[in-house]
């Protein structure tokens, strides 16, 4: 672990046992106030902030030995440097996302406090953002403990996306990068995020623009051959579960919570068809509290 960013400590706050918001340091980690509950530093430096039973439950085909051959195929892609992330040609379009919250985040304007990456898996984002106070939040403790050699100074958080350990209004920047397609609890997860966040906060996200004829193109002529002649998988089936909520649907959403600011395109920005960029990048503003969906809470 690198030097501790007390300010970036100092946010985690709320148990995601009980719900409440008063959690305190206490011996190799933290202790809720209210029913003793937990989070512990793993041996790789991850604090674990799981609740102690499992939250919402996803459909057994998350199970299915169909995903878990998709998941085999993703894990030897990784290994063999195959993923897109690691060619020059396709990294610059599946990384021209991350550049623009990059972007946002300047025009954003200097944070009051650490920037929270939710999904942050191995720390591409972070990584890119710079040496600044920030927190990896991912559920799979082994991207966590992978981020830690891209972007050493993060304080690395298991943690639910539904399920977050900060306290309500507590954060002024939060991001995501190529995650929010994949929440099967999308409504929920865009509660969390407009919960935690402050009234001036932003949300500063990025999503492949599913649904264009880009992603499709690709998928028909690289992935899917591939997919169906290595693991007998079909592609469109993959990305029936795995990418399960299209461009359209998560901008939908979000609407319902925040005000998008300045929806961009990439790599083609001046270009806005979907069908020829490889992602769209938002900044969301939440919405007033008093919003009907927050009061009815
Ligand atoms: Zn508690």
């Avoid at 085999?72 to 063999?80: F, G, L």
């Avoid at 891209?150 to 304080?155: E, F, I, K, M």
């Avoid at 795995?242 to 990439?266: G, K, M, W």
Wanted: aromatic residues 10%; glycine residues 8%; proline residues 6%.
């Amino acid at each position: 672990m690198g030097a501790i960013d007390e300010a970036a400590l100092a946010l985690i706050r709320r148990c995601t046992d009980c719900g409440d918001e008063t959690m305190a340091p206490a011996a190799e980690g933290f202790r809720c106030r209210n029913c003793g509950h937990r989070y512990r530093f793993d041996a790789n430096g991850v604090l674990i902030a799981l609740p102690s039973a499992p939250g919402l439950r996803l459909p057994n085909f998350y199970r299915s030995r169909f995903y878990a051959r998709w998941l085999q195929a993703w894990d030897d892609m990784v290994a063999r440097g195959w993923v897109i992330y690691e060619r020059p040609l396709y990294r610059f379009f599946s990384l021209s996302g991350h550049r623009r919250i990059r972007t946002a985040l300047d025009a954003f304007g200097p944070t009051a406090g650490p920037i929270v990456d939710l999904g942050c898996g191995d720390g591409r984002l972070l990584g890119l953002l710079g040496r600044r106070s920030a927190i990896g939040v991912d559920l799979n403790a082994a991207f966590l403990a992978r981020l830690k050699t891209r972007a050493p100074w993060a304080l690395t958080v298991q943690a639910d996306f539904n399920n977050l350990p900060f306290a309500t209004g507590s954060l002024t920047c939060c991001t995501s990068a190529h995650v929010l397609e994949h929440l099967y609890f999308l409504a929920e997860g865009l509660e969390e995020v407009h919960r935690v966040l402050a009234a001036d906060g932003r949300f500063l996200f990025t999503i492949p623009t599913e649904g264009g004829l880009g992603w499709d193109l690709g998928r028909r002529l690289v992935t899917g051959p591939r997919l169906r002649r290595d693991y007998r998988l079909d592609v469109q089936d993959v990305m029936a579960i795995e990418h399960i909520n299209d461009a359209r649907r998560v901008l939908r959403l979000a609407r319902l919570y925040f005000r998008l600011e300045r929806p961009a395109y990439a790599p083609l920005p001046f270009v806005p068809l979907k069908s020829l960029n490889s992602s769209i990048t938002v900044t969301a503003a939440p919405l007033p509290t008093e919003h009907e969906l927050r009061a009815a809470a």
